[in-house]
């Protein structure tokens, strides 16, 4: 295999076996999108983390076949911990503690074939599910030599917040312009366009609320489970947003496995 195939070649579910052999060989950083099936809005469909985190990973793993490292996108993580939208239809949740067994799941299987270097990418920011994601590669933090190395592409760290747009800064970005952007720019034809105009800015104060105890949407007053400004999205934005989050991802991956990039473009 070579970093000039289609980026579909690198995806696990589009490999035969024996090209699977072949690229775990090749020492790959794997790309483990992780998000959930919950409300956003009226105007987004379900899987919005799922789409988000996809995108995440793929659009990373085209920066990393360009520059020459082996990379490998695994089937995303569908489902999370979504205590956050509670009450509205179409949320279907994980307990915290099957979310961290799938995940350590995942990865033990993964390094029973060879595959030393495992980055999740995350959509799903709902604190339950990041203090999971965070928790669990905490239990596979070095490569050694029968163990993989798990890491978190992790946007909510102070150094990318302010990378991603104003209201993502704020907090107030449950399928606002910030998600509904992405989603025009990767999926656009699943977006409801026409409700979508129409939705009135909402700030509910998400995060002062979760500060305090705030366990839910309907909670902080989000009856339609969004906040921020969805109106003002657009694909242009989306596509900005994603390219920073795959710069997230590589400098993620850089720093936590600099041996695997040297002599890389």
């Not at 998000?35 to 919005?48: K, Q, R, S, W, Y």
Request: hydrophobic share 40%.
């Amino acid at each position: 295999m070579s970093g000039a195939q289609p980026l579909a070649r690198h995806r696990l579910v589009d490999l035969t076996w024996p090209e699977a052999r072949e690229l775990f060989a090749a020492d790959p950083i794997c790309l483990l999108p992780t998000g959930a099936t919950e409300p956003h809005g009226p105007h987004l469909p379900l899987d919005v983390d799922v789409v988000i985190s996809s995108a995440q990973a793929e659009a990373a793993a085209r920066r990393l076949v360009a520059a020459g490292v082996p990379a490998l996108v695994l089937p995303p993580l569908s489902y999370g911990v979504t205590f956050f939208t509670e009450g509205f239809e179409g949320r279907v949740s994980l307990r915290p503690g099957t979310l961290w067994s799938m995940i350590d799941d995942i990865v033990k299987s993964l390094e029973e074939q060879g595959v030393r270097r495992i980055c999740m990418t995350n959509a799903h920011l709902e604190p339950e599910q990041v203090k999971v994601l965070r928790g669990v590669v905490l239990d596979h933090g070095a490569i050694t030599k029968n163990k993989a190395h798990l890491i978190l592409a992790d946007q909510l760290r102070r150094r990318w917040t302010s990378t991603l747009g104003a209201e993502f800064a704020t907090g107030e970005c449950h399928a606002g312009d910030y998600e509904t952007s992405i989603v025009l720019a990767t999926d656009p034809d699943r977006v409801r366009t026409d409700v979508m105009a129409a939705l009135p800015g909402r700030e509910v104060g998400l995060v002062a609320g979760i500060q305090s105890g705030v366990k839910s949407f309907r909670e902080l007053g989000a009856d339609q489970a969004y906040c921020g400004e969805p109106a003002a999205a657009s694909a242009e934005k989306g596509r900005e947003i994603l390219e920073q989050l795959a710069e997230i991802t590589v400098v993620t991956c850089r720093e936590a496995w600099p041996e695997r990039f040297q002599g890389s473009v």
